[in-house]
């Protein structure tokens, strides 16, 4: 027997890394496509939903906060998807702040009357699969480490 370390599988990335990067590149894409003010076309009625804030009256203080919130978390959703693309602790964190960001906003635009139902779906989706065991072993070195607790026998 010898004391040399168990050479460990290199772990592939798990589906629910993917799918939450793309959530976030898709959250970018949908907040610039919003402020660039893109009309949706024929057939993709269902983009005009996708709204990722309430666009309050143009030329006022909330217009312009909007706007700069917007961008920065556009930007701060490209970061975080390349941070889980490259399996970066901060990457899984950031996804999960920017979620449930992105998810009181949304939670706020229906209180108000003005629901954004996708931005809701596209939240719900990226928090279910950060929490997948997988998807935190991968985040997480120490998450995978531990050993189930096992009665005496």
């Known amino acids: 027997m010898t004391d040399a370390p168990v050479p460990m599988e290199p772990r592939g990335r798990p589906l629910g890394v993917l799918v939450v990067a793309a959530v976030q590149i898709l959250r970018a894409a949908l907040l610039v496509g919003q402020f660039l003010e893109l009309k949706a076309t024929a057939g993709l009625e269902w983009l005009s939903a996708s709204a990722q804030f309430v666009e309050p009256t143009p030329g006022t203080l909330s217009h ?28 899984w964190v950031g996804a999960i702040v920017l979620s449930g960001l992105s998810l009181a906003f949304a939670i706020a635009a229906w209180w108000d009357g003005h629901p954004v139902y996708l931005n809701m779906a596209i939240n719900v989706i990226a928090v279910f699969y950060l929490n997948q ?3 935190r072993a991968v985040f997480d070195e120490s998450f995978g480490d531990v050993a189930p607790t096992q009665e005496p026998t």
């Open 133 to 135: 065991r997988e998807v």
């Open 64 to 91: 312009t906060l909007i706007r700069a919130i917007g961008i920065g978390l556009a930007a701060a959703s490209l970061a975080v998807a390349a941070g889980l693309l490259a399996n970066r602790r901060w990457g």
